[in-house]
């Protein structure tokens, strides 16, 4: 009789190893591009998503962008004078905390903060964010855009879908075949930090609240051996 897959014993030394390939890997490569490259830039990342960083990449197909564990990227640049890997490249490692990568580029920096300035795609919140702005489902029928649409421009929610949002805290009931609020039902409030149940709402009624965003924090160059922070672009 075959052995269960969910039997299976996955040795923790294996894991370990593996692991520290692949730090050891990170190091490496993140050394090798700061040869290779006349620019390093830290970047933050808000409300990271892999599809938009994929973007990214391919716009930056002729540069290297890093973004793995922070303290081995600050290792790799130097945490001191005396480990740097390049003159002045420990200044870098200050920024690197939070959710942040490493850009190495050859490309003019006002070509790259020029980018970025402009860059950002929009995409449902998750849970845990915080709510840009308010988002209220007026009182009557449940359109399927819970009022962000004309009611001439929209139609009305399914009545298969009455008891998930229901499940998802909505206070409705069907009224002959069609999903009914009694009063404006408050979904999520500016400032507000997000549940499952108010994410899954918004989803459902098409409201995209969080953008995906590269803030460049700072930059090395090779030829100054200077590392210059670069101030955050103002938001609306």
Known sequence: MPKSKRARVVHLTKTEKKGKELSQRLFSNVREAADNYQYIFVFAVENMRNTYLKD???????????FGKT???????????ASEHLPNLSSLSPYLTGN?????????????????ATYSQTDYARAGVTAPRAFTVPAGVVMSRGGELPEEDDVPLPHSLEV?????????RLVKGKVVLDSDYAVCAEGETLNSHQTALLKLFGV??????????????AA???????EPVPTE
């Open 71 to 81: 303290k081995v990227m600050a290792k790799a640049l130097g945490t001191d004078p």
């Open 100 to 116: 942040v990568g490493l850009l190495c580029t050859s490309r003019a920096p006002e070509d790259v903060t020029s980018f970025f």
């Open 164 to 172: 998930t949002v229901r499940k998802w805290g909505m206070p409705t």
């Open 56 to 66: 990214v990449r391919q716009e930056f197909s002729d540069s290297r962008i890093f």
């Open 224 to 230: 100054s051996q200077g590392v210059k922070k670069i």
């Open 208 to 221: 995209a609240l969080a953008d995906f965003r590269v803030d460049l924090k700072a930059y090395w160059s």
